[in-house]
């Protein structure tokens, strides 16, 4: 008893710091599960569960600071942006604040079961004074989104926004006059000018008589995008280019033909590959499987 | 109810930036709600024709998203709303090819060919409300039913 007794008798703040950095993964991995991650990092799991741990961590520099009260410790200048970001996107996919902080709070009863459970065996004084170490600085936390969600949010988003229509564009040439656009993300009016006016100008440079337009990224097609498409197929075609759309999923086909829409006489293959292989074909390029030196005829 | 599903939202539709979220929302709430990946993403792009409708023709106004629950199967439903010019004839508006504006003419008609239920309530100077449900795992409409 009298181990016992030495042992918990220091601040418990060092212990919640101890236990925020060995069951790291494991909170991650519940948060990753909770509404919050699950519906701002909807594309992956991993993402949610490695934005999960930067959290953590930020929790963790915290605790090891003793500034588990304090909003404006430094261990939350790490994870301010990531935070304001997941913030934001909550409200504006139409929750009210009251509602995201209560998602905050949704964080807090994994880390304390968690928490308890290695508390087994500890006096039931400890244990208070660790779960009470823990929730203010998940009130902490708290305070920290919607203070940043609120201020930095919006602007942040716009601004990110803008970087990614110039970056997420690039024309790639793949063979002598074949040059392909992996198009990412939503093709607003926006981004396909831009995709549009890139590509161009890379056919022009390249002297392609082949562009294909790869949409395996694209999340959804309505009759705006496939407007786009196909100005974009008849303004390649201008520059005598001919174009394939590549990456239609069949959850996008299958929604394109209850729409209505088809894309013309336009050629289109099942991927990028398929599409290359289409092109080379037509080119009268054969691919032959390297001799036993590795010399490949081309 | 507190899930990601469960709440019933509104959201604002001013911006092309607020047609992104709008198809996210619906995205994710009817991936929460247990579609699947057909039907979200026929979901998302009805959501997205209606939504830049509401957009550009009612210019501005907001979409609801109610989760529902019928005999125990669960369905979402979407109302977009604006307080535009409203549309004289919806016969004329509803068919594939007809746009007053640069479009294709196959937003309206094509939505309606995407869901399950499909509502228009317009008259010319008092807005347009649009309300389409779909169910989760009910087979779609049958061309000669729309
Ligand atoms: N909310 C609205 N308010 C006023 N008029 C509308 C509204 N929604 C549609 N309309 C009218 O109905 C027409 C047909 O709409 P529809 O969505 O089918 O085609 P579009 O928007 O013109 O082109 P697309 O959707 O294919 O890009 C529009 O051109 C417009 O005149
Ligand atoms: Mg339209």
Redesign the pocket.
Known sequence: MPEQAQKTSGSPTPEVRDFLRRRREQIAQRWADEPLFRSVFTVSRDEAVEAGKSVVDALAQVADAERVEDPDAAGFAAVREQLARMGAARSRAGLSTGQVSTELAALRPPVENLLLSDLQGASADHTRASVTVLNVLMGTLRVVVMQTALSEGQSLIDRQRLQLLEVATPVIKLWDGIVAVPLIGTLDSARSQVVMETLLETIVEQQARHAILDITGVPAVD??VA?HLMKTVAAARLMGAECIVSGIRPAIAQTMVHLGLDLGNVVTRASLADALGYVLHQLGVGIVTPGPNGAVPR | MDTAAGAQARLPIRSDMDLMWVRQHVRQMAAALGFGLVDQTKLVTAAS?LA???L???GGGTMETTPLAEGGTPGLRLTFR?E????ADLEQ??QDG????E????????ARRLVHEFAIE?SPGAG?T?RVTSWVGRPPLRREEV
Request: glycine content about 28%; aromatic content about 6%.
């Open positions: 009759s705006l407007q | 024709e830049r409708n509401t550009v023709y009612g604006d535009g010019p409203g549309i508006a509803l007809f746009t007053s504006g479009g294709l003419g196959m937003g309206l008609g094509g317009s347009t649009v």
